[in-house]
């Protein structure tokens, strides 16, 4: 079993920048690709950013590109989020995930949350106008 704990989020104001950090423990061996998931009032969960097994490959929603950025370093088995530019809508509870199958190459990722096993609690982030 893979543990997951977010951190890092809060309330800032548009054009600010916030970094999350998802903290592993337990069985992290197990971890593949990684990423990261919001999901705003009343809406569905949506994908925002993902990163493969050997960090090299990393892919984001349209709305983030340019603005977010995701990393991972396994050796403090963490995973990041660097956030720019903040916007309103933005605004949502931020999710870790983790994939627990590695056996699908170091470079695999995926944007769909049903590929990930392991999920955190969330952590908020609210943009003001």
């Known amino acids: 079993q893979v543990q997951l704990v977010e951190s890092g989020g809060g309330l800032v104001q548009a054009g600010d920048s916030l970094r999350l950090s998802c903290l592993a423990s337990?069985?992290?061996?197990?971890?593949?690709?990684m990423a990261w998931f919001r999901q705003a009032p009343e809406k569905e969960r949506e994908f925002v950013a993902a990163?493969?097994?050997?960090?090299?490959?990393?892919d984001y929603m349209e709305s983030v590109k340019g603005r977010f950025t995701i990393s991972r370093d396994d050796a403090r088995k963490s995973m990041y989020l660097q956030m720019t530019r903040l916007k309103p809508e933005d605004t949502a509870l931020y999710y870790c995930?983790?994939?627990?199958?590695?056996?699908?190459?170091?470079?695999?990722?995926?944007?769909?949350?049903?590929?990930?096993?392991?999920w955190g609690q969330g952590t908020q982030v609210t943009v003001s106008s």
């Open positions: 995930a983790a994939d627990r199958d590695r056996e699908l190459g170091p470079e695999f990722l995926s944007t769909s949350q049903y590929s990930y096993d392991y």
């Open positions: 337990g069985s992290t061996f197990y971890m593949g690709a």
């Open positions: 990163v493969s097994l050997n960090g090299r490959e990393t």
